[in-house]
């Protein structure tokens, strides 16, 4: 069964540093979405994206956040100059059509800013 | 914007029992509900989603019913099992042309005792 995959698993960055997190989402699927987790906490909606677009996104996407779909099979999260409150769990997630259609999230990219 | 509530934060049951986890919204036009399990450290799965234009829906153990005019809906699992230990998150989403955004509920923490 196809799967959303993430690179990388864990990544330890210093503070005010850029990172990005990469995510191959479902192959046939049309509408991607960064969600975050903060430890402990609720899963929190960050961006959605379709049609090389942003479509939606939340008040925590700010302008040190962007996303892009570099090619046909990539969907990466750009954090540009790092804080200490940006570490959490990066989930991933994609959907064949939108709307009433399950998300399929990847396993997760651990951000840790030191 | 979207706001969910979840109650109970935990909830112990014993096996067999049955458990019922409930959520509000605060955005009537909320119009997908998904439910989703989270084991620790791993990706939330869905388990279950109810569309606005239905009350009810079930599949085996698990039944989600939605109140829209108390805007209200819950998660119902009969039978429970040790492997139902998790933490479960109710979700709305608010579709729209191309747009998609999904508001998570704060968890609740399900312990299956056997």
């Known amino acids: 069964e196809p799967e959303v995959t993430q690179t990388p698993s864990h990544q330890v960055t210093q503070m005010g540093q850029e990172v990005i997190l990469r995510c191959v989402p479902i192959?046939?699927?049309?509408?991607f979405y960064w969600y975050r987790q903060i430890l402990g906490q609720k899963v929190e909606f960050l961006v959605s994206f379709y049609n090389n677009e942003i479509s939606e996104k939340s008040e925590i996407f700010d302008d040190q956040f962007s996303v892009e779909r570099p090619d046909g099979s990539n969907f990466t999260l750009k954090i540009r100059s790092t804080k200490l409150e940006d570490s959490a769990m990066y989930f991933c997630?994609?959907?064949?059509?939108?709307?009433?259609?399950?998300?399929?999230f990847g396993p997760g990219t651990r951000l840790t800013v030191l | 914007g979207e706001n969910v509530e979840q109650h109970p934060s935990t909830l112990s049951v014993q096996e067999g029992d049955s458990a019922v986890i409930k959520c509000t919204y605060s955005d009537s036009a909320s119009n997908y509900f998904p439910w989703y399990k989270q084991e620790l450290g791993k990706r939330p799965q869905l388990i279950i989603d109810?569309?606005?234009?239905?009350g009810e829906k079930k599949d085996q153990r698990i039944a989600v019913t939605l109140n829209k005019t108390a805007k209200h809906f819950s998660l119902h699992i009969t039978e429970t099992q040790p492997e139902d230990s998790a933490v479960y998150f109710c979700a709305a989403s608010l579709t729209d042309t191309g747009g998609f955004k999904t508001i998570f509920g704060a968890g609740t923490r399900l312990f299956v005792k056997a």
């Open positions: 109810i569309r606005s234009n239905v």
């Open positions: 192959s046939n699927h049309l509408y």
């Open positions: 997630a994609s959907t064949k059509e939108g709307a009433y259609n399950e998300q399929f």
